[in-house]
């Protein structure tokens, strides 16, 4: 079983920063992809950045391009997301995820806000 724990959550400016973790514990050494997602009021959760947890390349959803980073620590037992410029738009519980060869893991969520 893979654990995750997300942590850095909290109301933000317009345009402000902040940033996200994720904390990975238990049998993590089969986990290889790690995904942000984010699921806004009255909307469905959505996908917002990958990467690979050995190569470490990423990917991002257009509306956060630019914007935010996704990146893991030396150690790959942390991911992050650095949003920079956050806007309005970007209120959200977000989610990590992560991927084994058989399973799926959630976190429990991070409220973020962005409001002036």
């Known amino acids: 079983q893979v654990q995750l724990v997300e942590s850095g959550g909290g109301l933000v400016q317009p345009g402000g920063s902040l940033r996200l973790s994720c904390a990975m514990s238990?049998?993590?050494?089969?986990?290889?992809?790690m995904n942000w997602y984010r699921q806004g009021p009255g909307k469905e959760r959505e996908f917002v950045a990958v990467?690979?947890?050995?190569?470490?390349?990423?990917n991002y959803a257009d509306s956060v391009k630019g914007r935010f980073t996704i990146s893991r620590d030396y150690g790959m037992n942390t991911m992050y997301l650095q949003m920079n410029n956050v806007q309005e738009e970007d209120t959200a519980v977000y989610y990590c995820?992560?991927?084994?060869?058989?399973?799926?893991?959630w976190g429990q969520g991070t409220q973020v806000t962005v409001s002036s």
């Open positions: 995820n992560a991927h084994d060869r058989s399973k799926t893991y």
């Open positions: 238990g049998f993590i050494s089969e986990v290889y992809v």
């Open positions: 990467i690979n947890r050995f190569q470490g390349t990423t």
